[in-house]
């Protein structure tokens, strides 16, 4: 019998004790994968944008208008690629309650803008073409059932049709899913035209634009070179990178890494002090055999080892399937339109593994110790049970 | 029965005084149910401070008059027409021979928290009537802003928890320079995490010409309100929708409530199953210890229901233990927290985190669920087993 069936014999020697701590652990490390995901997601770790894209919007507020002339302007300014505006439409689907990520945009200058989005050249042809054509990403296609060619009418929750209603009539020229993980699978985008000319109020007013640069890294000075040259008109801008723009957006959802912080470090103080201790009252139990080894010969490193082995081995077993199943939290979660890009990092999994590897350590602290302090003829003396 | 009742309390005593052996396990498995505890009272008490924050904004006898299908007021505008027709209209009260209507402009700018954070601020354009419409409004330092003119006053929260909103402090809004005259208090509704300033100095400012978001009417009476509706409906050229505006702020603050439960219960469920196998662990490690003892019992002559009530009534006090640490714990840290959140109206809303008896309760009645579970399982399959494979451990 070599050292490793040794370990996972002793520890589902009692299954039943063995399936409550391997419990404990899994409950500690979903809430570990879970919450971290959401952290580094609302601190803007995980890949909300992109560094070379930005974001212009009105600088007193993001619910501001900017006036729609901006586009061109912007246009002509050395360093910018494309710009188009990505105006917020506050769109909905029959209820209130199905709100969709909704912007008017140019459409041949938003294909050129977001090449992630992957479509057929026919589909691109056909939402150019079609003055109600609307792209839809797959998650949103998928959640109310929509085809390719359907007709959908949607709803503003801000603007009102020139037809005296807040709807709006759309075909679907394209599905698209992204070329990145983690990214964008849930706006709707359509002409920009067709809106402001049947909108009854806030005409040739955007939202906010977004800008493709001509070389890479010169983010911060094209941002600048913006708000610079809007800075004496009526409307300042303010020009953030993708990231930034998400980042900044979350932050005021407040303060989520101290309550993140207090629920994992309360699970995980949990796990040590059940999983410690129980483990504690498994070695007391197991006096003699622990002296049985001791006086075949097994050195104290071994024994040390034998001990250790199933500590780690459980905080490391309950930690690989906490995240797994945290992983499938996040698919679940990922089904709502705010929480797309959530998704756990290589980053979150290491710390993980490292956690779980340092709590393993720290609960077999004591059964180690108590197993190494064991006296071979009095723990032969003492009855097994 | 009584013999029964003698027998259940000499089965607990055994195992409240073998309870030393093994505290800190016991400790362990009361730590994790007053952990799940404290997290479900913190999103209990989030989502009930910010609720409350929104029901106190909202009056019986005010109408809220926004745009039909607004559900916002940042997502309603109400044209000059609209606001005359309004002032005219049945069912709306009269204080010196002025109608009591408020037509209200409301934007959102950016402001920095204490924190250094940039939030979203909502800034409130108004008339002398606005004042009027809210009870319990009262200056708390400075004065009120002079009608017509760049001066601001701002909520309490927004004093408290913003930079640069200190009474005398200036500062630059679209261009203009503007001065903090006074800091009011409503009570602790949502009206303190908002600026005020005047009506038509706003509009300008923001190019809104005489549009406003929405309009307040002070209602006469009992069924003033269906009188204003239907005065509404009867004019197709307004489009407008007409609630209470106790009816406006319930919906309003619904949706938010509703997302800190989504999100705050399912994860409360998670740590609650995770105590439930701490429980679990602690009893049986329990009865293990003491088989031989709980047997002995038996043979001379003590039932099975003094074993099983013994071990239950241990799991019930553990975890009775932890919901107190928990809800003491809860109590002290989130009663009367401050906190915000990114309301409805895409502003920021600052408001106190309240904890009440009833869901201080709640906690409890998790809390010994959770005890229940943890003690049944353990003291049914402690005195099932065989007396005789009992005695031979």
Redesign the interface.
């Known amino acids: 019998m070599n050292e490793l069936t040794f370990v996972r014999k002793s520890l589902l020697r009692k299954k039943?004790?063995f399936a409550?701590?391997y419990?404990?652990a899994?409950?500690?490390f979903?809430?570990f994968g879970l919450l971290m995901s959401v952290q580094s997601f609302m601190s803007g770790g995980s890949q909300a944008g992109t560094n070379e894209r930005l974001i212009v919007a009105n600088?007193?507020?993001?619910?501001?208008p900017i006036p729609y002339r901006y586009v061109s302007e912007i246009r002509t300014l050395p360093g910018v690629a494309e710009a188009s505006e990505l105006s917020w439409f506050?769109g909905y689907y029959r209820e209130?309650?199905n709100f969709l990520v909704s912007y008017a945009v140019d459409p041949t200058r938003l294909l050129r803008l977001y090449p992630e989005l992957l479509l057929t050249d026919a589909q691109k042809a056909r939402f150019i073409a079609e003055r109600t054509g609307m792209l839809v990403g797959s998650a949103t296609a998928a959640k109310f059932g929509w085809k390719e060619g359907q007709h959908v009418t949607l709803?503003s929750?801000?603007f009102?049709s020139t037809n005296?209603a807040?709807n709006w009539d759309f075909v679907i020229s394209g599905i698209f899913a992204n070329d990145k993980r983690g990214g964008d699978e849930q706006s709707l985008y359509f002409h920009y035209d067709y809106f402001n000319d049947t909108r009854t109020?806030g005409r040739d007013e955007i939202g906010t634009i977004a800008v493709s640069l001509s070389s890479q890294g010169s983010g911060d000075q094209v941002a600048h070179a913006i708000d610079e040259h809007f800075a004496t008109t009526?409307d300042?801008t303010v020009t953030m990178s993708e990231s930034q723009f998400s980042r900044?957006f979350m932050?005021?959802?407040?303060?989520v890494a101290v309550?993140v912080t207090m629920?994992v470090g309360?699970?995980l103080?949990?796990?040590l002090?059940?999983v410690?201790?129980?483990l504690?009252?498994n070695v007391r139990a197991r006096t003699r055999e622990i002296a049985v080894l001791k006086a075949l010969g097994f050195s104290s490193v071994r024994i040390v080892r034998l001990v250790g082995a199933e500590a780690i081995g459980l905080s490391l077993s309950g930690a690989l399937g906490g995240l797994l199943l945290a992983s499938g939290l996040l698919a679940i979660l990922r089904s709502n339109p705010t929480f797309s890009s959530l998704v756990m990092t290589p980053g979150v999994i290491v710390l993980g593994v490292l956690t779980a590897l340092a709590l393993g350590t720290l609960s077999a602290a004591g059964p180690v110790l108590h197993a190494l302090h064991i006296d071979v003829a009095a723990g032969l003396g003492r009855e097994g049970? | 029965m009584m013999r029964t009742m003698r027998q259940i309390r000499a089965v607990l005593q055994i195992n409240m005084n073998s309870l030393r052996q093994?505290l800190?396990?016991a400790?362990?498995?009361s730590?994790?149910i007053a952990?799940v505890v404290?997290?479900l009272l913190?999103s209990l008490a989030l989502s009930n401070g910010f609720e409350q924050s929104m029901r106190n904004a909202g009056a019986a006898d005010v109408a809220m008059v926004l745009?039909e299908?607004?559900?916002?007021e940042?997502?309603s505008?109400l044209d000059r027409d609209v606001q005359v027709g309004l002032a005219g209209a049945p069912g709306v009260a009269y204080a010196g021979g002025d109608a009591l209507v408020s037509p209200e402009m409301y934007?959102?700018?950016?402001a920095i928290k204490n924190?250094g954070?940039?939030?979203?601020l909502a800034l409130r354009g108004v008339t002398p009537v606005a004042w009027k419409l809210r009870s319990g409004i009262r200056m708390v330092a400075g004065r009120m802003a002079q009608p017509g003119t760049n001066e601001i006053v701002v909520g309490e929260s927004v004093a408290r928890e913003f930079r640069g909103f200190a009474v005398g402090s200036k500062l630059q809004?679209?261009?203009a320079p503007w001065m903090v005259v006074g800091v009011f208090s409503t009570g602790g509704s949502v009206f303190e995490s908002e600026l005020w300033a005047d009506l038509h100095v706003i509009q300008q400012l923001?190019?809104q010409g005489d549009a406003v978001q929405s309009v307040r009417v002070r209602l006469a009476g009992p069924g003033a309100l269906t009188q204003l509706q239907a005065y509404v409906k009867g004019n197709p050229t307004f489009?407008l929708g007409v609630r209470s505006e106790r009816a406006f702020y319930a919906d309003e603050s619904r949706?938010s409530s509703d997302l800190i439960t989504f999100l705050g219960k399912p994860?409360a469920l998670?740590?609650a199953?995770?105590?439930l196998?701490?429980a679990?662990?602690?009893m049986?490690?329990a009865i293990a210890e003491r088989t031989r003892e709980m047997a002995t019992l038996r043979v001379i002559g003590y039932g099975r229901l003094p074993a099983l009530a013994g071990t239950l009534i241990e799991s019930l006090l553990l975890a009775a233990a932890g919901a107190l640490v928990g809800m003491l714990l809860a109590y002290v840290v989130f009663n009367r927290m401050s906190?915000?959140?990114?309301g409805p109206n895409?502003s920021?809303v600052v408001f106190r985190l309240a904890l009440n008896p009833e869901q201080l309760m709640q906690g409890a009645r998790w809390a010994l669920m959770i005890g229940l579970l943890g003690g049944l399982f353990p003291a049914i399959s402690a005195v099932r087993r065989p007396l005789a494979a009992s005695l031979a451990?």
């Not at chain 2, 299908?69 to 916002?72: F, K, R, S, V």
């Not at chain 2, 934007?107 to 950016?110: G, L, P, T």
């Not at chain 2, 906190?339 to 990114?342: A, G």
Request: aromatic letters at 4%.
């Open positions: 039943l004790r409550l701590l419990m404990v899994l409950v500690a979903s809430l600088s007193i507020n993001i619910t501001r506050g209130p309650r709803s929750s801000i009102t005296g807040h109020m009526g300042a900044a932050a005021q959802f407040g303060n309550a629920i309360a699970g103080v949990t796990m002090l059940v410690g201790n129980t504690m009252m049970t | 093994r800190w396990l400790v362990s498995g730590a994790a952990l404290f997290v913190g745009r299908g607004a559900d916002a940042i997502n505008s934007a959102v700018i950016d924190s954070v940039k939030a979203n809004l679209h261009g923001l190019g489009h949706a994860l998670i740590m199953l995770g105590a196998a701490g679990l662990n602690t049986y490690g906190s915000s959140m990114l895409f920021t451990e």
